[in-house]
């Protein structure tokens, strides 16, 4: 069993409109979730993270932690075509991050 | 700013041959990581060093070594390449004292082992 599973998707959604991305754990012990966003051909970079139990939000993007479910979630309002890219869970575990496959994402105008 | 650098960005190998993948890091981070990118597979580690001359196998070990040079330096050898190892690398690096601390990746190696 992998660390951390996503949907690989694709996930497409219209311009403007929510784009939920999901994300489940099976270690309990990690301590903190990652969302990355990987445009083709380039590197991850972060978007958030969250080590708390509730939702976090930054502009227009928002993390969700669920520690009893072991479920992580990011959300990205009013979807921008430059949103579209691959995103990545991670959890953090000691010394270790643990990444998902990835969700891609495209957002159609 | 540099942040996280590595060296080459793209290499091209024949079976058998070996090559070292250069990483080194100006954020004076403890942790450092190495990762393998392939499609459908997401980044699997291959080897993380928590400190300045520490190392740890990850998740898919076989075929490399690593030496943790100093802190700002972490190498991926390849002794022997095989076609199995052509993917897309990343080196990382943590500042693992500070709370949540996200890893910050370089630009990535493409290699194909041909």
């Known amino acids: 069993q992998k660390e951390v599973e996503q949907n690989s998707g694709p996930l497409s959604v219209p311009e403007g409109a929510i784009a939920s991305l999901n994300c489940t754990y099976s270690?309990?012990?990690?301590?903190?979730f990652f969302w990355y966003r990987q445009y083709s051909g380039k590197s991850p970079e972060l978007i958030m993270f969250?080590?708390?139990?509730g939702d976090k939000e930054d502009g227009r993007f928002t993390a969700q932690l669920n520690k009893a479910s072991q479920y992580v979630s990011l959300l990205i309002r009013d979807s921008q075509p430059s949103d579209s890219a691959t995103y990545l869970c991670?959890?953090?575990?000691?010394?270790?991050?643990?990444f998902g496959t990835g969700t891609s994402l495209t957002v159609i105008p | 700013n540099a942040g996280v650098t590595q060296t080459p960005k793209f290499q091209v190998l024949k079976t058998g041959q070996s090559m070292t993948l250069q990483c080194a890091q100006d954020?004076?981070?403890?942790?450092m990581y190495w990762y393998r990118q392939d499609p459908g597979m997401g980044l699997r580690l291959i080897y993380y060093?928590?400190?300045?001359?520490?190392?740890d196998k990850g998740e898919v070990p076989n075929g490399y070594n690593v030496s943790r040079l100093n802190k700002r330096e972490f190498s991926l050898r390849l002794e022997s390449a095989a076609p199995s190892q052509t993917s897309v690398y990343f080196c990382?690096?943590?500042?693992?004292?500070?709370?949540?601390?996200?890893?910050?990746f370089g630009q990535g190696t493409r290699l194909t082992v041909v």
């Open positions: 969250i080590y708390s139990n």
């Open positions: 954020m004076n981070h403890n942790s």
């Open positions: 990382a690096s943590s500042e693992r004292d500070r709370g949540s601390a996200e890893a910050f």
């Open positions: 270690d309990r012990g990690s301590q903190s």
């Open positions: 991670a959890g953090n575990t000691g010394n270790q991050f643990y």
């Open positions: 060093s928590a400190s300045e001359g520490t190392t």
